[in-house]
């Protein structure tokens, strides 16, 4: 029989290559993609597939309380992979209340309503919760890494936000029995980045020989991972993940942000042509991120070790595609920086 799935956020960054995947590789599958196209939202992300008899594009928001529960009658769901959320830290700073609303209020209408749907019958039912390594709050360089079970303690607005949602998915589970799992990645890279992030902000910025700004002395840690093995991490884990638990993603790959943004110069000088040298000149330190977290690293082993997912990609390789895909998508980038993604799509769907 076929399973109808829902997917948030699809139309975002990470989550388009979620519905990518899923749309390509499961022609069983009906894709139900919910996004309120925010900001962040672009449906030129999953040109490929929009006319996929196996994809439907509904335009929502997860915390309207009418409109989710109405969504879930009309598809009968049979699972839920959530990503939509606010996902960037400088907003969560200047409005930590939007914060809220989606991340949190957002996540437990989307919990009620499948709560009530499924009435207690959880069978092949999953409610599959994407989640940040930003909830466990800063490591220092001392080779330690998050694990599991390593205590909340999220400092910022957004990483506050998610980990209440991450605590409302666990007590839905607890308290109803919800089918739940949960997954708690690094950071992403790769195409379709929405350049307010840090590498695909650098890769606009060198090719427009534009200041690179790194924020206090570019020596705070994160670990890379790419887009597309998080989106295999999360149908492994859809798929096989054990009801309740939680599993830890990250590409085992630490980088200050100083050394990765001298990494990205050279790549772009020699793609460019330009002379070895020329971009990093663009290194412009500015002030630091208010709570800016020094390091986070993971540990994957219990994802790897259970079922059997590990990184495809060294980083300086996919580093290498990233910039490609830039440079060969320059109208995607272009229509992000002036806006006209969001004009297009927002006319036409105007009325939803
Ligand atoms: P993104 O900001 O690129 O995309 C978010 C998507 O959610 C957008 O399409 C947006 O339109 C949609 N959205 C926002 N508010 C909505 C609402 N109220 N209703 C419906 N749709 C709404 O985010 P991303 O980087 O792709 O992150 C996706 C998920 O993965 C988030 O939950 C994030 O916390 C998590 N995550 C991200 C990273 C990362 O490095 N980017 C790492 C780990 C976890
Ligand atoms: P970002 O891409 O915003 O991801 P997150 O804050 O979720 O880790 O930032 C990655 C790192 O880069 C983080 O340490 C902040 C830093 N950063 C800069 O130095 N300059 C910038 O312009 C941005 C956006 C981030």
Known sequence: MKKNILITGGAGFIG??????????????????????????????????????????????????KFVPALFAKYNFDGVIHLAAESHVDRSIT???????????????????????????????????????EVYGALENDGTFFVETTKYAPHSPYSASKASSDHFVRAYHDTYGLPVVVSN????????????KLIPLAINNIKH??????????????????VNDHARAIDIIFH?????????????????????????????????????????????????????DLRYAIDSSKLQRELGWKPSLQFEEGLEKTVDWY??????????????????????????
């Open 240 to 292: 096989n993940g054990k009801d309740g638990q939680t599993y830890n993603i990250g590409g085992n790959n630490e980088w200050t942000n100083i050394d990765l943004i001298r990494m990205l110069c050279k790549i772009m000088d020699k793609k460019l042509g330009r002379e070895q040298g020329e971009s990093a000149k663009l290194i412009t330190f500015v002030t630091d991120r208010a709570g800016h």
């Open 185 to 196: 990645c690094s950071n992403n890279y790769g195409a379709n980045h929405f350049p307010e």
């Open 327 to 352: 440079l060969e998508n320059e109208q995607w980038l272009d229509n992000v920086i002036n806006g006209a993604y969001q004009q297009y799509y927002q006319q036409q769907y105007a009325n939803r």
């Open 95 to 133: 409005d930590p209340m939007a914060f809220i609303k989606t991340n949190v209020f957002g996540t437990v209408n989307l919990l009620n309503a499948a709560k009530d749907a499924w009435k207690g019958n959880f069978e092949g039912k999953r409610f599959y919760h994407i989640s940040t390594d």
């Open 209 to 226: 020989k534009k200041p690179i700004p790194i924020y206090g002395k570019g020596e705070n840690v994160r670990d890379w991972l790419w």
């Open 16 to 65: 388009s290559h979620v519905v990518r995947l899923f749309v390509k590789k499961y022609s069983d599958y009906q894709i139900v993609n919910l996004d309120a196209l925010t900001y962040a939202g672009n449906l030129e992300n999953l040109k490929e597939i929009e006319n996929a008899p196996n994809y439907v594009f509904e335009k929502g928001d997860i915390t309207d309380e």
